[in-house]
T-cell receptor, first 114, second 111 residues
Framework: SAVISQKPSRDICQRGTSLTIQCQVD?????MFWYRQQPGQSLTLIAT?????????ESGFVIDKFPISRPNLTFSTLTVSNMSPEDSSIYLC???????????FGPGTRLTVT | DAKTTQPPSMDCAEGRAANLPCNHS???????VYWYRQIHSQGPQYIIH???NNETNEMASLIITEDRKSSTLILPHATLRDTAVYYC????????????FGTGTRLKVLA
């Protein structure tokens, strides 16, 4: 298994600003994923971030709104840009396992946009 | 769209077995069934996965039907701490490895 930490754990931000969320893993992993969980909803995949390549975004998510960096095999950031109240969600990162491909999730970042 | 269908909610008495069903009628031959749970907005926790054989670990058992179109997650002796949303996910072992989450089953364990 992998131990994943996220910073910040929560934040309250004003509309129009940006927030960068950090995801740190205790071991090297190839695949990292970013999810959004809106209030009372299930998880929705934002993008897949592999080290050394551009992130792959899911339908409905664009790089200008959610730029992602993946500078090495243990770290990634997700930026939520030009925020609006609709961006209020929990943002989670996860990493792919190795042999059996299960994913391990971070604790999440609870974002409130006012 | 998610490839799985689950009942939105279930109740289970503490100490009894909790049986959570999942329908995945369009599953392909190389796709695994994964189960996760999410306790009160924490990050989802991996429980178990399987391909076609029944699987058991320290947390749960996974029963997959012979035609692989449905499965059941069994928590043998449910406790109050098992109250969570349980997600059944189908995913292959090639390609992008991404998960598509459905709506899950909200399990409430009653004292």
């Amino acid at each position: 298994s992998a131990v994943i930490s996220q910073k910040p754990s929560r934040d309250i931000c004003q509309r129009g600003t940006s927030l960068t969320i950090q995801c740190q893993v205790d071991s090297q992993v190839t695949m990292m994923f970013w999810y959004r969980q809106q209030p009372g909803q299930s998880l929705t995949l934002i993008a897949t971030a592999n080290q050394g390549s551009e992130a792959t975004y899911e339908s409905g998510f664009v790089i200008d709104k959610f730029p992602i960096s993946r500078p090495n095999l243990t770290f990634s950031t997700l930026t939520v840009s030009n925020m609006s109240p609709e961006d209020s969600s929990i943002y989670l990162c996860s990493v792919g396992g190795t042999l059996t491909y299960e994913q391990y999730f971070g604790p999440g970042t609870r974002l409130t946009v006012t | 769209d998610a490839k799985t269908t689950q009942p939105p909610s279930m109740d289970c008495a503490e100490g009894r077995a909790a049986n959570l069903p999942c329908n995945h009628s369009t599953i392909s031959g190389n796709e695994y069934v994964y189960w996760y749970r999410q306790i009160h907005s924490q990050g989802p926790q991996y429980i178990i996965h399987g391909l076609k054989n029944n699987e058991t670990n320290e947390m749960a058992s996974l029963i997959i039907t012979e035609d692989r179109k449905s499965s059941t997650l069994i928590l043998p002796h449910a406790t109050l701490r098992d109250t969570a949303v349980y997600y059944c996910i189908v995913r292959g072992v090639s390609g992008t490895y991404k998960y598509i989450f459905g709506t899950g089953t909200r399990l409430k364990v009653l004292a």
